[in-house]
């Protein structure tokens, strides 16, 4: 079997997605996600103008050759770009190889290691009744743990706290530039364990609670807000500081029992390395799209097994169903799997992308058609062109850029 095309799609059901369709001479197609928000065009060109060349006529089958072939052939190695495009052959690639099997792609991954893949999906609320109100309606979706980010007195928009229309839909800004969004790190700590607090009180001491810091701390506030969230019980704080210092997470292991989840802008293992072996984090967050694929994603999750350390895959809305499709696959497959993060697609994105997957009572499946079970319709996806848009910015009281 060899690939005769390989083709890049762009297209924006609400918001913009890069698919890789590769076709064989046997006519089966695989499919791989190359979505790489707000710098989606980046990897269109990288794969179109570099790699698509290179993949005609080879054998699909080769999965791990391939993979190397890109990434140490490129000798430019490493960076979201680079393997958000590895990620979408890499996918493509065992798209192909389940179908030629007849086999849904988690088989092939050593079949189910569970029945269903349990989730967490986002509550937000502007202040915090509003935030109670949504924990209320993830927890009538089913969810069986949910991530709590609350507005802060004082700040006008909030990371993690999404605009809504009159129906209570998420309002999504899709613009040629980003928002700025306004931080104060002070009234951020203060606020925190009193969100806390409010919802522990009003849902009990049982269900799972999320927070994300998305970056913003410096390793001795970290500190300071895994040990006041203590009380509380989270399940876990995400991303406390920005991680690629790794170092820095060793301050904040040794001040707090609070779970540590990190890696969802993280692209390769050695991005990993001092956190994993040193065992300063409890879950490890890369997609598949973001991780170079399937395949490199199997062997972080395996050397995380050795220290205990489980999966949280990235499963924001600008994953498309192709990128959630060879998640749920990987989930369902690995023994150390933790929980996957969920929000769902909008009915056009899912029309765009027919999955296989299925969201029941706040738990995942792959579903068993062969591959990863992701059918795209092109005709539909070319109705909807790309259109700019951009992650918000955030800056300080005094202007000052911080972390978004
Ligand atoms: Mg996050």
Request: charged letters at 20%.
């Amino acid at each position: 079997m060899k690939i005769v095309d390989a083709k890049v799609v762009v297209t924006s059901p609400g918001r913009n997605f890069v698919t890789l369709k590769l076709t064989t001479d046997e006519g089966l197609t695989g499919l791989g996600d190359a979505t790489l928000n707000g710098r989606e065009l980046a990897v269109v060109s990288y794969l179109t103008d570099h790699v698509a060349p290179l993949l005609i006529g080879l054998d699909p089958h080769r999965v791990e050759d391939t993979w190397q072939s890109l990434y140490r052939g490129a000798y430019w190695r490493r960076g979201p770009v680079t393997m958000a495009a590895i990620a979408a052959v890499d996918v493509a690639l065992w798209d192909i190889k389940a179908k030629a099997a007849g086999l849904p792609l988690y088989q092939l991954l050593g079949g189910a290691s569970r029945e269903r893949i349990g989730t967490y999906g986002h509550a937000n609320g502007r202040d915090v009744p509003e935030l109670l109100d949504s924990v209320r309606a993830r927890l009538a979706e089913g969810y069986p743990a949910v991530r709590i980010q609350s507005g802060i007195p004082g700040l006008k928009a909030v990371y993690g706290v999404t605009d809504t229309d009159d129906t209570g839909a998420a309002v999504l800004h899709q613009q040629a530039r980003p928002l700025v969004e306004d931080w104060d790190t002070a009234a951020y700590l203060r606020h925190v364990p009193a969100v806390f607090e409010a919802v522990r009180a009003e849902f009990g001491a049982e269900l799972p609670l999320l927070h994300d810091a998305h970056h913003r701390l410096t390793p001795i506030q970290a500190a300071r807000l895994g040990k006041d969230l203590e009380p509380y019980r989270p399940f876990w704080l995400e991303d406390c500081t920005p991680a690629e210092n790794q170092e820095a997470l060793r301050l904040v292991r040794r001040s707090t029992t609070t779970p540590l989840a990190v890696g969802e802008v993280f692209n390769t293992v050695y991005d990993y390395q001092a956190l994993i072996t040193e065992q300063l984090i409890d879950y490890v967050r890369s997609a598949v799209t973001h991780f170079g694929g399937v395949t490199p994603l199997r062997k972080l999750f395996d050397f995380a097994a050795q220290y205990q350390i489980r999966s949280a895959i990235h499963g924001p809305e600008d994953i498309s169903p192709v990128g959630m499709a060879a998640a749920v696959h990987l989930d369902l497959a690995v023994h150390n799997f933790g929980i996957q993060e969920y929000s769902g697609h909008s009915p056009l994105t899912d029309a765009v992308f027919r999955h296989a997957y299925t969201f029941t009572d706040g738990h995942l499946h792959p579903g068993e058609e062969p591959g990863i079970g992701v059918e795209l319709d092109e005709e539909l996806a070319a109705a909807h062109p790309y259109a700019a848009a951009y992650l918000p910015v955030n800056r300080l009281h005094d202007g000052t850029v911080h972390d978004w």
